[in-house]
């Protein structure tokens, strides 16, 4: 059922490429400083750990700290106070284990703050209120049988950098209507240096992603790095839904928002409650959510496989 699932998504996902309001997101992510990269899995129990932002230059080791050094220079100096504020609030936490009980602040606080998603998307491309209208003749495509509005929707997207999809209407339904019960879920994208994690937040039905790190480093400024445009107008007349997105390309390239985008299927949309008993327990039940089950899902399933790292042979004994 699995390897159909994927099968599934590689044909419809096309392949041409939040703002949280974050007022007190500093102290409830810095419980989740193990998380904002992980190295390829090893042949023993793992702790997963991000550097902190410190004044010690904890932040600069990161391996991701590259992307968003403009950023937390800016605040360095036109907010002194408030970067002291964060720095001094990190330095305090400890390296934690997989499955710390402070988890389960990060996933109230999710729940808290996801009416206020959506609000403040990156000013790099994303477009406000983006509705189908201003895509396609929305009247003039009605009068289109749902294979040719596939071909329509495919055909418009052929040449630009950017992920869209045609869903199934029931299985729209299916991730709508676990996206109310459970609105939020940590991803993991695979890149050449470990694993690099996402939050991923429903906000009507649009779908926000942003890096953990970058929330960590940036805290209410963090904006959102892909957005997944869900459109159900033709879902009750033609039973489809149209996606398309936007992202970031100073952080996220078409492979690994294709891989993002893809796992929301995979996580909401799958026939298997052992997945999606990974999305109820991180919403409500948090001290039982185990990261390292995201990364053997998304192993399992194959999607980014051509992102994923390569693990280095095991060195001789002799």
Known sequence: MKGMATRYMQQFWGAAALGLSRGVLMGRFAALRPLGMLLPPQPRPLVMRVQGVGGDGAVEENRF????????????KSNPDIFATRMETRSDKKKQPVG???QAEFVRFMEEKADALGNKASKRGFTKNKT??????????KQKKPEEIKQIWKQYFSGEDTVYAVIPGKTFDLMWKRAQHCPSFLFALPRKEGY???VGQWSGAEFHFTSLINIQTQGEAATSQLILYHYPE???DKGIVLMTAEMDSSFLNLPEAQCLASQ???FYATDRQETYGLVESFNHQPAQFKYMSVITELEQSRLGQELRPQQEPPMSTA
Do not use: G, P, T, W
């Open 65 to 76: 700290y590259a992307k968003y050094q403009r950023k937390i220079e800016e605040l360095r």
């Open 100 to 102: 710390h009980s402070k």
């Open 132 to 141: 189908l209208d201003s895509i396609l003749n929305v009247e003039m495509v």
């Open 196 to 198: 690099e994690f996402f």
């Open 234 to 236: 033709l879902q009750e």
């Open 264 to 266: 929301v299927q995979l």
